[in-house]
């Protein structure tokens, strides 16, 4: 490990085990996902602690899809969670499945009922939640639980034969039902689905519960550390449990706190709610929690693994602003994304003394923090420009250091212009802007030894390309929507999206590149988003420049 900074508790586990030689001196984790959706930030934490413990103990990592509810599980989220992890910039050992081991499965429920340690039960579910009392009173046993090792063998048999309705049935463990852990109160292991499943089709009828199949894959994987999230504490005593009682390998479960995040929902059940109710335009609509939603928007795998660097890895839960994670994308596209001029809001500005039809080629780097420059691009100039309409004011204030009649500012990699006049509509708003250049003042040759306070950015009329710009903000008003009164969809934020139809951007961006962050100059970060065409670019704001965001009055 690096000395750069303190070992988390499960990294001094780590070093416990292999200092002590357990397991071979092994590191073997895995990342578990139930294709019932696809993955959120929350899950980009575990995966960059599964897959970054093994990386730093010279380990490996499985992909194991815990697919026992084919109710809800699909090929589609397998394939979104297998884009994500490699997206986030990891890879496993091996892609397993819970399905592939059925088979074993149901050899290890046959064990437990042969050593009197599991029992079919006839009783509705809610029957048998009544059966299981309360955390201050002991659960009742009801008849079915003496039923002999050979009747529940058959009646077992059965159940996998097909030979019963869903929830007729369902195979309990037999252990103690008048334990303080309520989840060790015969659970409930095995249940009837008569649904196709997406990888075993009709193969199976009955389907492990995860308390049964979870500690079991980890078992027949060897996984040497098995890492879930604090919720899972209660259930790390029937892990154990089973995991004895079936003489398995010995793999340990470990916990650590979930990640949650203002102003956003961490829930696959709400997110889904959010996406079949069209709140959102899918999965990946760019205000979402989701991976592939945040890399829709712009934010690139190394900020979300800074990000979760910097989160850390605790055991206890607290909420994290969702200003760091902004933070976190606003340092890497500092240093990665290209800059380009943009105009959101147009006006246009007419060079009353730069040659009507003459065409200039000037020079922008792509990345000025870079040394170099990262190379560049040629920036066409010509005496027509749009310019953003709050870069000229009709009276402006004192310290307004753009344009208005008699001040003089600078065009980003070009010349310095002096506004002379305006013109108006019928409804008095501003339309042209009328200005005159210094030739002597252009950017990197300027001998005017005219010094300007304000520097704005335009885009050549003659060679902009329109395009359609989304500005994205949080999807929610307040901060835990999932923890204020009635329904969480009622504190959506109404502007979270606000759709620009023509904004103006210099040519360039015609050939932009999908994935790429680019610095709109003065307007925040941007990137092409999958919906755009050659007829039509679409630009979605990853980030302001600055965070400048604040919580709506409210709720």
């Not at 578990?32 to 993955?39: D, F, R, T, V």
């Not at 042969?114 to 006839?122: F, I, N, R």
């Not at 252990?175 to 689905?193: E, F, G, H, T, V």
């Not at 205000?287 to 712009?298: H, K, Q």
Request: proline share 5%; with cysteine; hydrophobic share 35%.
């Amino acid at each position: 490990m690096s000395e750069e900074r303190s070992l988390n508790f499960i990294e001094e586990i780590v070093e416990e085990d292999l200092a002590s030689g357990k397991h071979g001196g092994r590191v073997l984790t895995r990342f578990p996902p139930e294709p019932n959706g696809y993955l959120h930030i929350g899950h980009a934490k575990a995966i960059c602690l599964n897959f970054g413990l093994a990386k730093n103990y010279s380990g490996k990592t499985n992909l194991r899809f815990d697919d026992t509810n084919p109710t809800k599980e699909e090929t589609e989220y397998v394939d979104s969670i297998k884009e994500d992890v490699k997206w986030l910039g990891f890879d496993w050992a091996n892609e397993l499945y819970a399905s592939d081991y059925f088979d074993k499965l149901y050899e290890f429920a046959v064990a437990l009922i042969q050593k009197g340690l599991a029992y079919v039960d006839d009783s509705s579910s809610e029957e048998i939640a009544a059966q299981k009392g309360t955390p201050t009173t002991a659960g009742t046993p009801n008849q079915y639980r003496e039923r002999t090792v050979e009747e529940n063998l058959q009646l077992f048999a059965d159940m996998k034969a097909g030979k019963y309705a869903d929830g007729e049935r369902v195979l309990r463990a037999k252990i103690d039902l008048a334990s303080p852990n309520m989840l060790l109160r015969d659970p409930l292991i095995y249940r009837i689905k008569h649904a196709t499943h997406h990888r075993t089709g009709d193969a199976w009828c009955i389907y492990p519960m995860y308390d049964f199949a979870h500690g079991q894959s980890d078992a027949i994987e060897e996984i040497t550390h098995s890492i879930c999230t604090l919720e899972f504490v209660p259930h790390r005593d029937l892990y154990n449990l089973f995991i004895e009682k079936l003489e398995l390998f010995p793999s340990k479960q470990y916990e650590f706190a979930r990640l949650n995040i203002t102003y956003t929902v961490m829930s696959k059940r709400k997110l889904l709610q959010l996406v079949e109710d069209k709140y959102v335009d899918g999965w990946d609509d760019p205000r979402m929690s989701t991976i592939s939603g945040l890399r829709r928007r712009g934010y690139t795998p190394a900020s979300i693994r800074e990000f979760c660097e910097r989160i850390g890895v605790a055991k206890r839960e607290n909420m994290i602003d969702f200003s760091l994670l902004e933070f976190c994308i606003r340092e890497d596209l500092n240093k990665t994304a290209w800059r380009r001029m943009a105009v959101l809001d147009p006006i246009k500005m007419i060079i009353t003394n730069y040659p009507e039809g003459q065409i200039e080629t000037l020079h922008g780097d792509n990345n000025p923090e870079v040394e170099g420059g990262e190379g560049g691009r040629d920036i066409p100039f010509s005496n027509e420009l749009w310019i953003e309409r709050e870069d000229f004011m009709e009276e402006p204030p004192k310290k307004f250091f753009r344009l208005g009649v008699g001040l003089s500012v600078r065009l980003k990699h070009a010349y310095i212009v002096k506004c002379e006049d305006f013109k108006k509509d019928a409804d008095g708003n501003v339309t042209e802007i009328y200005c005159t250049y210094i030739p002597e003042s252009k950017s990197g040759n300027d001998t005017s030894g005219i010094n300007v306070k304000g520097t704005i950015h335009w885009v050549s009329v003659p060679h902009a390309k329109t395009a359609e710009v989304r500005l994205y903000d949080r999807l929610f008003k307040v901060e835990d929507p999932s923890n204020e009164e009635g329904d969480f969809k009622d504190y959506i934020n109404p502007d979270s999206l606000q759709i620009l139809p023509a904004a103006y951007v210099e040519p360039d961006l015609a050939n932009a590149e999908t994935g790429r962050g680019y610095q709109f100059i003065r307007k925040g970060y941007f990137t092409l988003d999958k919906l755009s065409t050659d007829e039509k670019l679409v630009f979605n704001r990853t980030v302001t420049l600055k965070d400048g965001w604040k919580a709506p009055q409210g709720k």
